[in-house]
């Protein structure tokens, strides 16, 4: 297994990958767009995990100068459930926290509200009464 910083050209195996792994996506090309544009944002702190130079799991860490956001921690299903998720959510945090970030912020899905308890192993919880998680670091 190797982390690596994400490269433009994994696009196509990315979107694969999130449909596989049932993340809530716009079209195609929306999210072509958007993914370049965060890349060229953020290009040290969006990663993916590679199995033998395969693409299985992703994380897009974006950084807006005050919080960190998490976009698109996915796994093939396959290699769910065996701590690749938390390794790569801890890689993807402290490369956020290397940028400067001190606050977390991620969004779940409602149709995906089965990965709440792995989150909340991670430290984040509901903010207010929205959907929205997030993880403080400022008080460490």
Same mark, same amino acid.
């Given at each position: 297994?190797?982390?690596?910083? $994400?490269? !433009?050209?994994?696009?196509?195996? !990315?979107?694969?990958?999130?449909?596989?792994? #049932?993340?809530?996506?716009?079209?195609?090309?929306?999210?072509?767009?958007?993914?370049?544009?965060m *890349?060229?944002l953020n290009?040290?702190s =969006? *990663?993916?995990?590679?199995?033998?130079?395969?693409?299985? #799991?992703?994380? &897009?860490? $974006?950084?807006? #100068?005050?919080?960190?956001? *998490?976009?698109? &921690?996915? &796994?093939e299903?396959?290699?769910?459930?065996?701590?690749?998720? =938390? !390794?790569?959510?801890?890689?993807?945090?402290?490369?956020?926290?290397?940028?400067?970030?001190?606050?977390?912020?991620?969004?779940?899905?409602?149709?995906?509200?089965?990965?709440?308890?792995?989150y909340?192993?991670?430290?984040? =919880?509901?903010m207010?009464? =929205?959907?929205?998680?997030?993880?403080?670091?400022?008080k460490?």
């Open positions: 297994m190797k982390i690596r910083k $994400i490269e !433009l050209s994994d696009f196509d195996d !990315l979107y694969e990958l999130w449909k596989e792994a #049932g993340l809530d996506m716009a079209e195609i090309e929306r999210e072509k767009r958007e993914f370049e544009m *890349i060229e290009p040290t =969006s *990663i993916v995990l590679e199995q033998k130079a395969r693409v299985i #799991g992703s994380a &897009l860490g $974006i950084f807006n #100068g005050r919080r960190g956001m *998490i976009y698109h &921690l996915a &796994l299903p396959k290699w769910q459930g065996k701590g690749y998720g =938390s !390794l790569l959510l801890k890689e993807v945090e402290k490369r956020l926290q290397q940028r400067g970030a001190t606050k977390f912020n991620l969004f779940v899905s409602l149709e995906n509200l089965k990965i709440f308890p792995f909340e192993k991670h430290g984040y =919880s509901v207010s009464d =929205s959907i929205v998680l997030a993880k403080d670091l400022w460490k």
